[in-house]
């Protein structure tokens, strides 16, 4: 049986299906993702800018490089993957979606049920008085100033900062239901995310690791698959799941 249809099996047997994606979710949308060949840290030190160090002390390079995503978000759209798994979350066939990506797109295709472990680039908030506003304003000249004299930043987990109370509660009781979890594009070397594949794994589910290189994980999964691109195999996996 091929994998994909393996895959399709699993999910109609399961009882609780949970989802794991990272940034090779959304690479077939045209967003790069972190540590592939052409990755956006290939050949940069992350906490030289994804950072409150950088924040503080590397500011027009921080503006910069989330002005730069930001634009690459407002010029991409969900793929038909994303679409996939929103209709798999209607037909309840996944519980939910906990998501490392901070692009949104799983909601722009229609999931509701979704924990953004590393917060979302769709909204900017002031540094100071917590005020929101949509990313979208980052990209005029006065956008990174907030009317009480904050500085605005990305609603995103810097490196350094601590995950989203709310969004870890979601993902770990979601794990600790799962009896299927399947990662989706993760290179799962970023922790404390990566501690919810292993923590289902230890609670007895079934892991499954869709990722196009190797991951530390794989020893532990159930099944890996590598040679699929995550667009086609969820594309494959859908018709076996509806016929
Ligand atoms: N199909 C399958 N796998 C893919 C595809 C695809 N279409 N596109 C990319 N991949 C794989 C890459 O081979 C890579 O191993 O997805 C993985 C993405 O890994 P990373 O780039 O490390 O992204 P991610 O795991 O989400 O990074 C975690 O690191 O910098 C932080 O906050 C950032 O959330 C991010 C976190």
């Known amino acids: 049986m091929d994998q994909s249809a393996e895959l399709a099996e699993w999910?109609?047997?399961?009882?609780?299906?949970?989802?794991f994606t990272g940034a090779g979710?959304?690479?077939?949308?045209?967003?790069?993702?972190?540590?592939?060949q052409r990755g956006l840290w290939s050949?940069?030190?992350p906490t030289k800018l994804a950072s409150t160090h950088s924040m503080h002390h590397n500011r027009q390079a921080f503006i910069e490089f989330y002005r730069m995503r930001i634009e690459g978000l407002l010029s991409c759209l969900p793929h038909a993957g994303h679409e996939l798994l929103a209709g798999w979350?209607?037909?309840?066939?996944?519980?939910?979606?906990?998501?490392?990506?901070?692009?949104?797109?799983h909601q722009r295709a229609g999931s509701e049920s979704v924990a953004e472990l590393h917060g979302t680039l769709a909204t900017v908030r002031c540094s100071l008085c917590q005020n929101e506003r949509p990313s979208e304003t980052y990209l005029a000249a006065e956008g990174t100033h907030c009317q009480c004299g904050g500085f605005m930043r990305p609603s995103v987990v810097l490196f350094g900062e601590s995950l989203p109370q709310t969004a870890l509660e979601q993902a770990e009781e979601w794990t600790n239901e799962a009896d299927l979890f399947i990662v989706f594009g993760s290179s799962l070397v970023v922790s404390p995310a990566n501690f919810f594949p292993q923590q289902a794994k230890e609670n007895g589910a079934k892991l499954v690791i869709v990722n196009r290189e190797p991951t530390p994980l794989d020893g532990w999964a159930d099944m890996?698959?590598?040679?699929?691109?995550?667009?086609?195999?969820?594309q494959e996996t859908d018709k076996i799941l509806n016929l």
């Open 25 to 36: 979710m959304s690479t077939e949308s045209g967003l790069p993702d972190f540590r592939s």
């Open 89 to 105: 979350e209607t037909r309840g066939l996944i519980r939910g979606i906990i998501t490392q990506n901070v692009d949104g797109f």
């Open 224 to 234: 890996v698959i590598q040679d699929m691109l995550i667009g086609s195999l969820l």
């Open 11 to 19: 999910i109609k047997a399961a009882s609780t299906c949970v989802v």
């Open 43 to 45: 050949g940069q030190d």
